[in-house]
C-alpha cells in the first residue's frame, strides 16, 4: 500500500508564493511517477506536473509552465511543488499522487491541500 500525504497549502495573495510538499510512504520503491493535480471549486480535476521517481524528468501544465517546479527528495519519499507568481486561477485543492511502475494511471492520492489565492 501507499500513503500521500500533502502540506503547505494556505491563502496567498495574487503574485506570492507557496510551497506544497507530498510525504509518502509504503511501496515507494516501486513508484514510477508522481505527480500534482488541482481541483477548483466545481471543475474537473486537472493535471499540474509530473516527476519521474528515477531520473530528472518532469512534466508541466501550460498553466504551471514557468511558473511552477516540481522536485522530489527520494531518500525523504517526498515531493515539492514550488508555486511562484500565483494568480487567483491557481485556487483550487491540491493533491499529489503516485503511479506505480508498469502501471498506466495514477492509482494513489493524497487527501488535497486547498490553496487560495486572493487579496
Known amino acids: 500500500q501507499v500513503h500521500l500525504a500533502e502540506s503547505g497549502g494556505g491563502l496567498v495573495q495574487p503574485g506570492g508564493s507557496l510551497r506544497l510538499s507530498c510525504a509518502a510512504s509504503?511501496?515507494?520503491?516501486?513508484?514510477?511517477?508522481m505527480g500534482w493535480f488541482r481541483q477548483p471549486s466545481g471543475k474537473e480535476r486537472e493535471p499540474v506536473a509530473y516527476?519521474?521517481?528515477?531520473?530528472?524528468?518532469?512534466y508541466y501544465s501550460d498553466s504551471a509552465e514557468g511558473r511552477f517546479t516540481i522536485s522530489k527528495d527520494k531518500a525523504k519519499n517526498e515531493m515539492y511543488l514550488q508555486m511562484n507568481s500565483l494568480k487567483p486561477e491557481d485556487t483550487a485543492v491540491y493533491f499529489c499522487?503516485?503511479?506505480?511502475?508498469?502501471?498506466?494511471?495514477?492509482?494513489?492520492w493524497g487527501q488535497g491541500t486547498q490553496v487560495t489565492v486572493s487579496s
Open positions: 516527476i519521474w521517481w528515477d531520473d530528472d524528468s518532469t
Open positions: 509504503g511501496r515507494t520503491n516501486n513508484f514510477g511517477r
Open positions: 499522487a503516485a503511479l506505480m511502475i508498469g502501471y498506466t494511471q495514477f492509482d494513489y
